[in-house]
């Protein structure tokens, strides 16, 4: 059974950094799967911030200008989400999704529907 377990959330100032870990435990072939990075603010819905898949191409919502950045290390089955600049509206619950790569994955890759395995979440709060 696969498993996602994020961890480093934290509360942070406005202006600061995190990096977001998400280590995937069960899988034959860790390295094969597609990953994503979500958010989901308090009473909002569930978004896409960063997805990157087995060749380690990454994609990115455009609304986030540059400043969060995901890497995967196949070596330890653990996939990262670097967050720089960031501002309040980036306070959310961030989760790590996995799904089955696809050719046309990435055309949805930062869309919920597409994650087939989800962690439990990790919380970042930014304040000004």
């Known amino acids: 059974q696969v498993q996602l377990v994020e961890s480093g959330g934290d509360s942070v100032q406005a202006g600061g950094s995190l990096r977001l870990s998400c280590v995937v435990s069960?899988?034959?072939?860790?390295?094969?799967?597609?990953m994503a990075w979500f958010r989901q603010p308090r009473g909002k819905e569930r978004e896409g911030v960063a997805a990157i898949d087995r060749d380690h191409r990454a994609f990115y919502p455009d609304s986030l200008e540059g400043r969060f950045t995901v890497s995967r290390d196949s070596g330890k089955n653990t996939l990262y989400l670097q967050m720089n600049k960031l501002i309040p509206d980036d306070t959310a619950k961030y989760y790590c999704?996995?799904?089955?790569?696809?050719?046309?994955?990435?055309?949805?890759?930062?869309?919920?529907?597409?994650?087939?395995?989800w962690g439990q979440g990790t919380q970042v709060t930014v304040s000004s």
């Open positions: 069960g899988h034959t072939h860790t390295a094969e799967l597609c």
């Open positions: 999704a996995a799904a089955t790569c696809t050719p046309r994955w990435w055309q949805s890759s930062l869309s919920p529907s597409t994650a087939e395995i």
